[in-house]
């Protein structure tokens, strides 16, 4: 392979138009939360929006620190030179964590949220609202429990997120393979940790919305859906970045290895909906169809939509190799799969809360438009206190020059 004279101290400069939009979409945020908060028949649907975009936030921060281990753990050398895009976002995760308690929490307090399992009378046999099914899970669905699952669940993958940032920082100062196989060691214990509890977390914050109904494959879908989330949010800040002058290393075999990801998960995200709905429908049991019931009667166009932007979209439009090497071709479909996923969670979170009540308006693009700005601000923030290259990994030379 040829030699390259990159600049391995290259410092992504967070300045200009993508500071100051950031900083406006905030902005819009905060002017929709407190549009909602301002009349009381708007609590629930704000508070709904809240922890779908929180609940986002965190999922692809924390998909940032799972995409982190996967490389050490795989000993892939093809992604050494893209790392420090998962790792900014992989830093950002305690914030996205401190923010979902806090919404889950209020939730919580003011009845706006978990109303299925958390409200008067529900677990005692006194009273006229006795919930015998949500009784029987009131061991799991109590408040206290639930809430310290979610603090020790999003903690640890917090600490370990910070953990691969930091030894990546020291083996930037230090070289060697000291670092290296740390990182290789907390990677596994990592994502032992995280396949199992993913499910888990994903059971308490989005099932347990519809207390009454339940999936063993739910947990699975959502980490596919945070998982492919997460890839298209690292291709399009890559290419970006890319298109502004940076990361000149980065070549079209860096993309269409991020591009095969997406469309190979894309297609696992359909077929672990699509087993869920298989089997719940053949099923026909009552307890389970009516998740479904809800979201044929009134989310119909979400429902159909959800599948056209998170299956449709990406397998057609990078079936075909030159599509995934082609930038904004990949940028397209990347953010398509986001808003795409946004759907997804809003048709897996808006009817266990404003139940047929629900709209699209100002709240629903305000807080969405906030949190992006967010995302945007902290993670590019991050992004820039650093170089943009893992100058001392063990494979980064076979990274820049990676060809397929």
């Given at each position: 392979m040829g030699t390259h004279n990159y600049n391995l101290t290259e410092q992504f400069e967070f300045t200009g138009k993508a500071k100051t939009l950031s900083i406006i979409a905030i902005v819009v945020g905060i002017a929709a939360i407190g549009y909602g908060f301002s009349a009381e028949a708007l609590h629930e649907r704000t508070f709904a929006n809240l922890l779908l975009m929180a609940y986002y936030f965190a999922c692809v921060c924390m998909s940032g620190a799972f995409f982190l281990a996967v490389q050490f753990v795989a000993q892939a050398g093809w992604s050494a030179s893209i790392l420090r895009v998962p790792q900014a976002m992989a830093k950002?995760?305690?914030?996205?964590?401190?923010?979902?308690?806090?919404?889950?929490?209020?939730?919580?307090?003011?009845?706006?949220?978990?109303?299925?399992w958390h409200a008067d009378g529900l677990t005692d046999p006194s009273s006229p609202n006795y919930d015998k099914l949500i009784d029987g899970k009131s061991a799991f669905l109590n408040v206290p429990f639930f809430m310290a699952r979610q603090v020790i669940f999003l903690g640890v993958y917090s600490i370990f997120a910070l953990l691969l940032a930091k030894l990546s920082n020291n083996e930037d100062l230090h070289g060697g393979l000291n670092s290296y196989r740390k990182s290789f060691k907390y990677s596994c214990i990592f994502l032992v940790i995280y396949g199992f509890t993913t499910p888990i977390f994903a059971f308490d914050t989005v099932m347990s919305l519809e207390a009454h109904w339940f999936s063993t494959m739910f947990g699975w879908y959502n980490f596919a859906a945070m998982w492919v989330s997460s890839l298209a949010t690292i291709a399009i800040i890559i290419i970006l970045l890319r298109k502004?002058?940076?990361?000149?290393?980065?070549?079209?075999?860096?993309?269409?290895n991020l591009g095969q990801f997406i469309f190979g998960f894309s297609i696992f995200w359909t077929y672990v909906w699509f087993a869920q709905f298989l089997l719940i429908y053949y099923a026909n049991m009552p307890e389970e169809t009516v998740y479904f019931y809800i979201r044929f009667e009134h989310y119909e166009f979400w429902f159909y939509l959800n599948l056209i932007l998170n299956f449709l979209?990406?397998?057609?439009?990078?079936?075909?190799?030159?599509?995934?090497r082609q930038e904004n071709t990949l940028l397209a479909v990347s953010i398509v799969v986001l808003i795409g996923h946004w759907v997804d969670y809003y048709q897996m979170?808006?009817?266990?809360?404003?139940?047929?009540?629900?709209?699209?308006?100002?709240?629903?693009i305000g807080i969405a438009l906030g949190f992006v700005g967010l995302f945007t601000f902290t993670v590019l923030s991050s992004l820039s206190k650093k170089p943009l290259i893992a100058k001392n990994h063990p494979f980064l030379q076979e990274s820049l020059n990676h060809h397929l």
């Open positions: 950002v995760l305690p914030i996205a964590v401190v923010i979902l308690i806090v919404v889950m929490g209020l939730g919580l307090y003011t009845h706006n949220l978990y109303h299925h502004s002058g940076y990361m000149s290393w980065v070549n079209n075999s860096h993309l269409h979209a990406p397998v057609l439009l990078l079936m075909d190799r030159d599509n995934k979170i808006m009817p266990g809360t404003v139940a047929e009540h629900h709209a699209f308006g100002f709240i629903e």
